[in-house]
């Protein structure tokens, strides 16, 4: 496949007015090009889409919203501009989805398969659409997993998970390195022909790895004589993509075009990530960049484990365990008293663990939240 560039604007930019130089949506998250709040969403200056005098530009050049180069650039987000999408809003953003002969390609992530796998997708999806089913991330699974047996688990967890109707095809891929695409863009190509439709649409959970996927598009297949269209905005922070996004594309072998579409996530507040939202630092931090290595600790009563500030994990009751953690590389892992998750200066004072001990909020212990209690 290859992919094609589409610019806003037209007409000569020299006699338009400011206003009207602003694109309709940023080509990095989709959100709405607005010039009003510096810290909203959207936000581009005007004069940051102005044809350079000497440039013999035309047109207005191409830009990102100021929110999406701060991302992307410097790993910074004000708090204005961080939007976390409910299940009700996916919904609203993505109902005429319902009416629509598409191909939907429902993503997960299969370091939290559970807060990623949407019985929302499937109810979106109409009676001509098929759904393909696509775990990311495989990359990253300990090597003596055999991606087989990963398979056949996950079209059972597909049947277990409420949606709506069975896939049309199953795929195990990692979007950042390339594993598993061309046989998922083959099947994509076939399942869209199939179902007579030229529109995938790509839904998922935030983070699950939906627009690393589409730039993995955009990279692998540079069209000739056009402009490369700019990628799309990827983050570690969750709902990075604001907005509905269309990437024409084209099967170089075919001809067969398609235009794949990229869609915001919902946010799953169960999801570990966001104790961090106030530092993307910590969040990149939380997530595995490297291929998963357990680690091995044998936990007796009145013990706990600690994954960095993030989780705590007590034993206070039965024989002992043993417990295999399976986290970032640049997380800790320890062990100490069960009753110290509740000493604040015992957190306070730690600083062996990564995330720090005094990121862990003190009532977690007693609401279940970031904590688990083994029997």
């Not at 999408?85 to 953003?93: D, G, L, T």
């Amino acid at each position: 496949m290859t992919g094609e560039s589409t610019s806003p604007g037209s007409g000569n930019a020299e006699h338009q007015e400011p206003q009207a130089l602003l694109p309709t949506l940023c080509p990095g998250c989709g959100a709405s090009i607005q010039s009003a709040d510096p810290e909203g969403p959207g936000y581009l200056p005007t004069r940051a889409l102005e044809p350079k005098k000497h440039s013999g530009e035309k047109t207005p050049p191409q830009r990102v919203c100021q929110r999406c180069f701060q991302l992307t650039h410097y790993s910074k987000m004000s708090q204005k501009g961080l939007r976390l999408m409910s299940p009700e809003q996916f919904r609203e953003v993505l109902a005429p989805v319902a009416s629509k002969r598409a191909t939907i390609v429902c993503m997960l992530d299969i370091l939290d398969l559970s807060n990623s796998m949407l019985k929302e997708v499937s109810q979106l999806a109409s009676a001509q659409s098929r759904i393909l089913v696509v775990l990311n991330k495989v990359d990253l699974l300990p090597s003596s997993v055999k991606l087989g047996h990963v398979t056949q688990w996950l079209w059972k967890q597909c049947a277990l998970s409420g949606m709506r109707r069975r896939p049309s095809g199953v795929h195990l891929i990692s979007a950042e390195k390339g594993l598993g695409i061309r046989g998922f863009i083959e099947d994509l190509t076939r399942t869209s022909r199939e179902a007579r439709t030229d529109h995938v649409y790509v839904m998922g959970a935030a983070n699950v790895g939906k627009s690393t996927l589409l730039n993995r598009f955009l990279r692998g297949h540079p069209v000739k004589n056009l402009k490369t269209t700019r990628e799309l905005t990827t983050s570690a922070v969750p709902g990075t993509t604001l907005g509905m996004l269309q990437l024409p594309l084209k099967n170089a072998a075919t001809g067969e075009r398609i235009v794949v579409v990229d869609t915001p996530g919902i946010v799953e507040p169960r999801r570990v990530n966001l104790l961090c939202l106030n530092d993307i630092a910590e969040m990149k931090g939380i997530l595995p960049k490297r291929r998963l290595q357990g680690v091995t600790y044998r936990l007796e009563l009145g013990k706990s484990m600690w994954l960095g500030g993030l989780v705590n994990i007590a034993l206070v009751e039965g024989k002992p365990w043993f417990f295999t953690a399976y986290v970032s590389e640049r997380v800790t892992v320890h062990v100490s008293d069960a009753d110290k998750a509740l000493n604040e200066a015992y957190r306070a004072q730690s600083c062996e663990s990564w995330p720090p001990l005094a990121r862990w909020p003190a009532h977690a212990a007693r609401d279940g939240r970031a904590s688990s209690h083994a029997h």
